[in-house]
């Protein structure tokens, strides 16, 4: 668990924990709104994400829900000016794994975050991704459709991974280029409506729906 997701909008605090972050060996990234952090998280691409409740766009409330609506099941430590207990009580029922308020000590923040490290590292190591009679070995990198061994790409490897992980929810064509390429394209390109189309020949038309205007679904 190294890579962190930051989401705060103050800079000074956003610059300060992802500074002693990265310190400590952990590679962060700062969101600086709600959709931007909803929008990093849904990737995949992160391990844990620091979360502040008073975003703007959508707010921290609204982030963790949408988050736990899709079934991510990013860990989530909420870092907050807000103190009372319904909120802190929301937070945790809404689907926050844990909950620390400003002002803060960066010592007890990074102690949190270790914590979190060490509970994932007891926990069972998922090796096969399956939706219905489509599976994914993460052992053997091999795929299998109907009965059928499927040979894929890397490239097509890493999506139908991305897919699997995150079954019935909309991912973007930005998510997608973000967490399978990870870089950007010309907002203009094909690439991913064409590794999408390998995919369907390979696998079954029916096993990737579009979404007209959104971007791409495992049903």
Request: charged share 30%; glycine share 8%; hydrophobic share 40%.
């Amino acid at each position: 668990m190294n890579r962190i997701l930051i989401a705060e909008d103050e800079e000074r605090i956003a610059s300060f924990v992802q500074k002693g972050l990265r310190a400590n060996g952990f590679t962060t990234v700062v969101a600086e709104d709600g959709d931007l952090a909803l929008g990093h998280a849904l990737t995949g691409g992160f391990d844990l994400m620091v979360l502040d409740i008073g975003l703007p766009g959508r707010d921290g409330f609204t982030v963790l829900r949408e988050l736990r609506e899709s079934r991510v099941t990013l860990p989530v430590i909420v870092l907050t000016a807000r103190d009372s207990v319904r909120d802190t009580v929301a937070g945790l029922e809404g689907g926050a794994d844990d909950w620390m308020t400003k002002p803060f000590r960066f010592e007890e923040l990074l102690a949190r975050i270790r914590l979190r490290q060490r509970t994932a590292a007891r926990a069972p190591e998922v090796t096969l991704l399956r939706s219905g009679s489509l599976t994914l070995d993460l052992r053997t990198r091999r795929a299998r459709a109907e009965e059928r061994t499927v040979d894929l790409t890397a490239r097509e490897f890493v999506l139908l991974e991305m897919f699997l992980r995150h079954p019935g929810q909309v991912l973007s064509r930005e998510q997608i280029l973000s967490h399978v390429w990870g870089y950007d394209f010309d907002p203009g390109s094909n690439i991913v409506d064409v590794y999408v189309r390998a995919l369907r020949r390979k696998l079954g038309a029916e096993r990737l729906e579009t979404v007209r205007g959104m971007g791409y679904r495992l049903p």
